[in-house]
Structure formats: structure tokens, C-alpha cells
């Protein structure tokens, strides 16, 4: 199903031009307080979502408090409505989000993003999919990528020194970009956070580079973990064999910047 073809956003369109005029009362000086937008005003301009949800008016109500208390120091004057193709479908994800997911508050940031003038240029229409496709944990890593930048990485392999083949050595792949991200962000799972960087990577958020970054000692903190270190054990007790230990890093796209700044900005911390 389409965009354009989902009730939700076909009843939004409908009634986007019930908004101004509600908005406009609100924003008078006897009825908003001065220097912060209230929960009622986010639930008046979201008041056409909410006439087409009827039956999820549940979701629309926790959403609105988290845009709310997320716009609360934004001046009045620059709060615009959300186009269509980003509130909607927002509005229909979180419908399926498990209430405690780090992933409500990225939804929440991105409908912020949309409804401040100053930023509704990067809540691209696109990162609602891509929200769509991660789970807890990789919300988790978007954080630490808000926070840190670029993540570095270390790939381990094996090289059979006494076997050659037409192109050089044979090697062996022991353990593929491993690195701390997974702990730094307080995943679930984090030894999955190269599966998760992967899937960042297909989603286009970052992309892999087959370099190493300045600080050496965020490398040095990866190769003495246990992990590393076992096979740093298992390759040692081997004969013919050597570890080779390869330094890399995931370096945030321009793209991924943009939704980091749609869907996290200030909130990183």
C-alpha cells in the first residue's frame, strides 16, 4: 500500500485546513503560556490525525506528549504542520513499537523535526522506513553514532603461512568487524552489533571504510577484548598459522547525518 493510499494520511491531507485556524487561537497570549508550547497546542495540530486514527487515540496521545515536551522550548512562530507523508506514517508505526523501545522517542523526534520550521527540511520523508526497519538495539547504536561519530572497527583473520594460492597468501576469516559499539550503547544484544552496523550500512546510514581513524586507543580497547584475545589463543597455539589484525572504521553518510539530526539531534546525551 502506498503513501497516498493509506486512510491515515488521506484523512490528514483532508483536514490539514482545520489546523491553522485552531493554532491560531491557541497561539493568543491569554491561552498559551509564554515560552513554551503546550501539550494541547501538538494535540490541536495533530487534531486531523488524530479524526482519521478514531481507534488509536491512545498512541496519538503518548506521541503528542513526547513532540510536546520535545518542542516545549520552540517559539510558536515557528511551528508549522507535518507534511502528510511523514506524520502518517509515523502515526501508524508506533502502533506496533513495544511501549519501553528507545525507538518511541526517535519517531517522536523525527514528527518534532517536522513540525518546527527550523528543521523540517531534514525530517526527510524516507527515515520513517528506515526507523521502521531497526530494531531497539540499532536505535540504540544511532545514539552512540549522535554521540561519538565514527565507530572503529577490527576484522581478525587467519593466515596459513605454509599454503599459497595465484593471489598470495590463504587467509581465514576468524571475526568480522567486531567492535565495543554494542556495550557503548547499552545493547540488548551487543554481540550482534556487527550484524546491526550491517544493516545501518544497507539502510545507507553509514558506510564502511577500510582505514583507521586517529585514536589508537580505541583499537588497542578492541583487540584486548575476550573475544579477540581467544582467538589471539587459538591462531597462536596453530601451526603455519599468524593473526592478522585489521583496522577499520564505519563513518556516518551524509545521509545518515541528516536523519541523525531529523531523528536524535540534541537528545543524544
Not at 232 to 245: F, Q, W
Request: overall charge negative; hydrophobic content about 45%; glycine content about 6%.
Amino acid at each position: 500500500m502506498t503513501i497516498e493510499q493509506t486512510p491515515i494520511v488521506k484523512a490528514t491531507t483532508e483536514a490539514t485546513a482545520l489546523v491553522k485556524p485552531i493554532y491560531e487561537d491557541l497561539a493568543q497570549p491569554a491561552v498559551r503560556e509564554v515560552g513554551a508550547f503546550a501539550a494541547e497546542t501538538v494535540r490541536a495540530i495533530l487534531l486531523p490525525v488524530r479524526k482519521a486514527l478514531e481507534g488509536y487515540t491512545e498512541v496519538v496521545e503518548r506521541l503528542s506528549q513526547r513532540v510536546a515536551h520535545k518542542l516545549a522550548q520552540t517559539p510558536s512562530e515557528r511551528l508549522v504542520q507535518p507534511a502528510a507523508n511523514v506524520a502518517g506514517p509515523i502515526l501508524e508505526a508506533v502502533r506496533f513499537v513495544e511501549p519501553d523501545s528507545p525507538l518511541h522517542e526517535l519517531y517522536a523526534k523525527l514528527l518534532a523535526s517536522a513540525m518546527d520550521s527550523a528543521t523540517v527540511r531534514k525530517a526527510h520523508p524516507s527515515f520513517v522506513g528506515i526507523l521502521n526497519a531497526l530494531s531497539p538495539d540499532e536505535a540504540r547504536l544511532l545514539r552512540l553514532l549522535q554521540r561519538n561519530g565514527d565507530l572503529p572497527v577490527v576484522t581478525v583473520r587467519e593466515l596459513l603461512t605454509e599454503q599459497m594460492s595465484d593471489h598470495g597468501l590463504v587467509w581465514l576469516g576468524r571475526l568480522r568487524n567486531h567492535s565495543m559499539a554494542g556495550v557503548d550503547a547499552g545493547c540488548t544484544f551487543p554481540d550482534l552489533a556487527s550484524s546491526y552496523l550491517d544493516n545501518l550500512a544497507r539502510l545507507g546510514v553509514v558506510e564502511y571504510r577500510a582505514e583507521q581513524i586517529a585514536v589508537e586507543e580505541s583499537y588497542l580497547r578492541i583487540e584486548e577484548s575476550p573475544e579477540i584475545k581467544s582467538w589471539k589463543e587459538k591462531i597462536a597455539a596453530t601451526p603455519g598459522s599468524e593473526i592478522a589484525l585489521l583496522r577499520g572504521f564505519y563513518g556516518v553518510t551524509d545521509f545518515g547525518r541528516m536523519l541523525l539530526e531529523a531523528c536524535i539531534g540534541d537528545d543524544a546525551a
